[in-house]
């Protein structure tokens, strides 16, 4: 939404012919289209205004299921079903959600003198279709993919649209979807590839409403009810797809860093990762660890590098680890193959000359690290048998030996200029090609290593993203900023309905941390769903001097004691839709004096988090009502009430509910030691 917008610009749409369809749907005209109300599912009322022929993409995994519908006219038509209604008003044009007669959403209460209202409830802009709902005072409001700053959006103007962020400092991010949801039990859902921009209570257009900008060609609006959040989570992730299952090898430790240079360095950090005794599973290829820069991507290893890479790989997997390999959905003018996909239509086309667009690099970002990159064209996944061609090449890969894929650069396509296969063009194709390309290399791992075996580990995401696991957090900052604004961005991902997330473990650009950053980083990165060592520059743990190495040590070898709860609650998320990674608004919800303390989280229902994020070992903790137990001490510590802590490097607040019997795997170096089967336990630990 750009921040000029004029509510002159508003053309406020009216409502006529109200009628209710004999499938309990109520149907209307406005000065642009039919307006459509009803119930699509138990809990979840659909709203359309206008209508579309363009490409949906698939990203309603569910389709409808309406419950039983009680019709009631009384100056208008509400709808009931069970506990939940909603009802128009043809008068106003106004639409409510309510819950045993209570309203959740509804239309803008904010009066103005020169109108009846200060915003339209609805209407439409040169833009699109704007959309206004009214907030209770002091409402809260969460989600919106992954944002850097607070976890509660109220007072923010957010916009759904992937960029490639360079940091986790600003508005922009890597995995946006216009979905939001108050802790009151509301939660709203724009179906839409498009850019949406969401007025959050932003005072310039109004701090009491929430305004929608919606760029697309129909409105198309979910309204969703429930007792809570984890309700509106649950109907969500129903509606858009309930996240998938991760192998267990995926939730070890994984080394990575941009980048090995060649197979030596490659080789000498995977058998230094076992001759320090670091528990480690994966250790990742990198773009330019593996590619060459000026004809990249191919499905190929440099051959200059790499005459001979599978047996590369082998040794590196008989070290115990799984290989992972960067990609991105490009390829170089340069590259041979380049005149053969172009003539086959495998690339978004300019829409004036009908050639391939020309991606060209900005050459900023880039330093003597991160060389700049060749002219290239990108990969039009709207054309079957270009997403085929990309699905299948991944198999030579696989058959070297590298077990999971690297999606990077998923945000690349421009919004003006370019035409895909399917006739959309790149402002509609911009943000659901992250949700195309993901879904085309997961399928290439399912088909290779099968359903049990396969993810991707992907940087860009959309509506639907938690389908096709895992993601990782872009390029933060290596500083204490870089992993505040980490920990907020997973919890922000997780507040969407996503439970997979790994941080650059150090940060990714601005020099290397210092050894308390990087111990206070990898302490954190063990509460996470994975858990990823990366940045520009040494990130070896061995890096950091003997002291932050032990301590590195010991996080690691709790992260892989804790896997048998990491598994038993990401297999939950798999059925209900609820994160493993739970911020203090989604598991407390009735407790608004925890909210505020957004970055400390619940690790599945037991284990309540607080990643220290300033140097020196200051934090504050909120624990909630009860009895918690000190990891480390056991000491019981009655909540409601406030902690200000001091801890030494060697310490990290960590607290376990009353009653929880946490289970502990026996040590190991790699996931592979424990067998296919259940996880070896050394004890279950009990509290209180």
């Known amino acids: 939404m750009p921040i000029g917008l004029e509510l002159g610009a508003i053309t406020e749409l009216h409502l006529s012919d109200l009628v209710a369809a004999p499938n309990g749907i109520a149907a209307g005209m406005t000065e642009r289209g039919p307006f459509r109300l009803g119930w699509y ?407 290779y290593h099968g359903p049990h075996d396969a993810l991707v580990f992907s940087r860009s995401g959309w509506t639907g993203s938690q389908r096709y696991p895992v993601q990782w957090g872009g390029d933060p900052q290596s500083d204490w900023g870089g992993l505040a604004g980490s920990i907020r961005g997973m919890l922000s991902w997780s507040c969407s309905g996503v439970p997979f997330y790994a941080t650059d473990i150090g940060g990714f650009y601005g020099g290397q941390p210092d050894p308390e950053l990087f111990v206070r980083w990898t302490q954190a990165a063990v509460f996470a769903s994975h858990m990823r060592f990366h940045g520009i520059g040494a990130r070896e743990p061995w890096s950091f001097g003997e002291d932050a190495l032990g301590l590195v040590r010991r996080a690691l070898e709790l992260r892989y004691a804790l896997i048998p709860y990491i598994e038993r609650h990401l297999a939950a998320a798999a059925d209900t839709g609820l994160p493993l990674c739970r911020p203090m608004a989604l598991a407390f919800p009735q407790a608004r004096e925890a909210h505020g303390f957004d970055t400390q989280y619940l690790f599945g229902p037991d284990l309540l988090v607080a990643p220290i994020l300033l140097p020196g070992g200051h934090v504050s903790v909120w624990l909630p009502e009860g009895i918690w137990h000190v990891w480390d001490t056991g000491e019981p510590v009655v909540g409601p009430r406030r902690l200000d802590l001091t801890l030494s490097l060697d310490r990290f607040p960590l607290f376990v509910r009353a009653g929880a019997e946490i289970p502990l795997a026996v040590p190991v170096d790699c996931t592979a030691a424990w067998g296919s089967g259940a996880i070896p336990l050394a004890e279950r630990r009990t509290f209180g």
């Not at 050639?355 to 690099?361: A, D, G, S, V």
């Open 41 to 447: 599912a138990p809990g979840i009322a659909r709203l359309q205004l206008g209508a579309s022929t363009l490409p949906d993409y698939g990203l309603l995994a569910a389709p409808p299921c309406p419950p039983e519908i009680a019709i009631e006219r009384s100056g208008g038509l509400a709808l009931r079903a069970g506990p939940y209604s909603v009802a128009v008003d043809p008068d106003q044009f106004a639409v409510t959600l309510a819950r045993d007669g209570t309203t959740l959403l509804g239309p803008p209460r904010d009066a103005h003198f020169r109108r009846r209202f200060r915003l339209p409830r609805f209407g439409t802009t040169p833009k699109g279709w704007f959309v206004a709902i009214d907030l209770a005072e002091g409402e809260p409001v969460y989600g919106h993919g992954e944002k850097w700053s607070r976890l509660d959006h109220r007072g923010q103007l957010v916009v759904s649209w992937n960029e490639d962020a360079l940091g986790v400092n600003a508005e922009i991010s890597y995995k946006n979807c216009p979905f939001a949801w108050s802790p009151r039990g509301w939660g709203l859902f724009v179906h839409t590839p498009a850019k949406v921009g969401h007025g959050v209570g932003f005072a310039p257009f109004s701090h009491r409403s929430y305004s929608l900008l919606v760029e697309d060609e129909a409105l198309d609006l979910f309204l969703i009810a429930a007792d809570g959040p984890a309700g509106v989570l649950e109907r969500y992730t129903w509606l858009t797809g309930r996240p998938g299952r991760v192998p267990r090898w995926s939730l070890g430790a994984w080394l990575s860093k941009a980048y090995y240079s060649d197979a030596g360095e490659f080789l000498a950090a995977a058998e230094l990762t076992r001759a320090h005794r670091l528990p480690m599973d994966v250790i990742t290829l990198d773009g330019r660890a593996w590619q060459d820069t000026a004809t990249r991507f191919t499905f190929a290893f440099d051959p200059a590098r790499y005459p001979d890479p599978k047996a590369v790989l082998d040794r590196v997997k008989g070290q115990g680890l799984r290989v992972c390999a960067w990609e991105y959905p490009l390829v170089s003018i340069h590259n041979r193959l380049f005149p053969e996909l172009a003539a086959r239509g495998f690339f978004l086309k300019d829409e004036r000359t009908g050639e391939p667009w020309p991606h060209e690099w900005d050459p900023a970002p880039f330093g003597r690290v991160l060389t700049p990159l060749p002219t290239s064209g990108i990969v039009d996944f709207t054309n079957p048998a270009a997403y085929a061609w990309w699905r299948d090449r991944h198999a030579d890969v696989f058959a070297l030996g590298v077990d999971v894929m690297k999606p990077d650069f998923g945000e690349q396509v421009p919004a003006e200029g370019v035409v895909a296969h399917n006739g959309d063009r790149g402002a509609r194709l911009h943000n659901v090609y992250a949700l195309l390309y993901n879904r085309c290399c997961h399928e290439a791992a399912v088909a």
